[in-house]
T-cell receptor, first 113, second 112 residues
Framework: DAGVIQSPRHEVTEMGQEVTLRCKPISGHDYLFWYRQTMMRGLELLIY????????DSGMPEDRFSAKMPNASFSTLKIQPSEPRDSAVYFC???????????FGSGTRLTVV | DAKTTQPPSMDCAEGRAANLPCNHS???????VYWYRQIHSQGPQYIIHGLKNNETNEMASLIITEDRKSSTLILPHATLRDTAVYYC?????????????FGTGTRLKVLA
């Protein structure tokens, strides 16, 4: 298995632009998680899905952030409009069952200038 | 939320056992302890988890005290590639939702 695949690996965008991050979970995994990592705040859970349904989005910082999972093999995290403080590494992770360990992707490093 | 306390950094000689402690004194009865590590610029990697009993897999051993207020992750023969930040996490179950709360972790440096 190729693991959790995230794209792009790096994204540089100007403030005010829309940014879309993509994630392909491991086939058959029912849970998908989006995390954000910064030096100041560490790793933060933004949102997670179970069977394509958003379960907990309490970590999504603002209405500028939205996440979707249209099918079991694809999820997106969108920021519109982007701001410099959104600069971070965004990780996607998936797991088969709730109590399994998660498999994380390699992350997307977002820089908003 | 159950929180964890870990030392900010540790050193370990290559080939020796690395023992990483974690305090989770507010853990409740149905909360699992998980360990992950993050090698520089990579995504976190799952290592092991447990509830009450000690656990062992190909990567590490997890020792949980009888009162469950603390645990120790043991890397039996540390190598340079084990240099990473190690996170001890108590997963919080809230009305059917599941959350990891990552702390600041322990930065382990394995020395040649």
């Amino acid at each position: 298995d190729a693991g959790v695949i995230q794209s792009p690996r790096h994204e540089v965008t100007e403030m005010g632009q829309e940014v879309t991050l993509r994630c392909k979970p491991i086939s058959g995994h029912d849970y998908l998680f989006w995390y954000r990592q910064t030096m100041m705040r560490g790793l933060e859970l933004l949102i997670y899905f179970n069977n394509n349904v958003p379960i907990d989005d309490s970590g999504m910082p603002e209405d500028r952030f939205s996440a979707k999972m249209p099918n079991a093999s694809f999820s997106t995290l969108k920021i519109q409009p982007s701001e410099p403080r959104d600069s971070a590494v965004y990780f996607c992770a998936s797991s088969l069952f709730a109590r399994d360990g998660y498999t994380f992707g390699s992350g997307t490093r977002l820089t908003v200038v | 939320d159950a929180k964890t306390t870990q030392p900010p950094s540790m050193d370990c000689a290559e080939g020796r056992a690395a023992n990483l402690p974690c305090n989770h004194s507010t853990i409740s009865g149905n909360e699992y302890v998980y360990w992950y590590r993050q090698i520089h610029s990579q995504g976190p990697q799952y290592i092991i988890h447990g509830l009450k009993n000690n656990e062992t897999n190909e990567m590490a051993s997890l020792i949980i005290t009888e009162d469950r207020k603390s645990s120790t992750l043991i890397l039996p023969h540390a190598t340079l590639r084990d240099t990473a930040v190690y996170y001890c996490i108590v997963r919080v179950d809230l009305s059917g939702t599941y959350k990891y709360i990552f702390g600041t972790g322990t930065r382990l440096k394995v020395l040649a």
